[in-house]
């Protein structure tokens, strides 16, 4: 868990430690990245809060979903 910061939206804090992840590789492209249920587990946050996660991450080019078959990092990122 992160400690958050009261003046941001919790929403985007989870959404820059996983883009940092993807950018130091810990998160390869086409490696699956956290589901809605593991974001909720890992950070503490509610699941409307782990879908708007995936949304932002989605629309910057970051990741993809497949649906059945969870959220990967894109083949091509954006740089």
Known sequence: MIEFAPDIPRWRQVAEVI??????????????????????????????????VHRALRAEGLIYTEPGMGSFVSKDLPR
């Open 19 to 52: 883009r940092q992840r993807i950018k130091d590789g810990t998160y390869q492209p086409r490696t699956r990245v956290p589901s809605v249920l593991q974001l909720t587990e890992e950070f503490g946050i509610a699941s409307v809060t782990a879908h708007k």
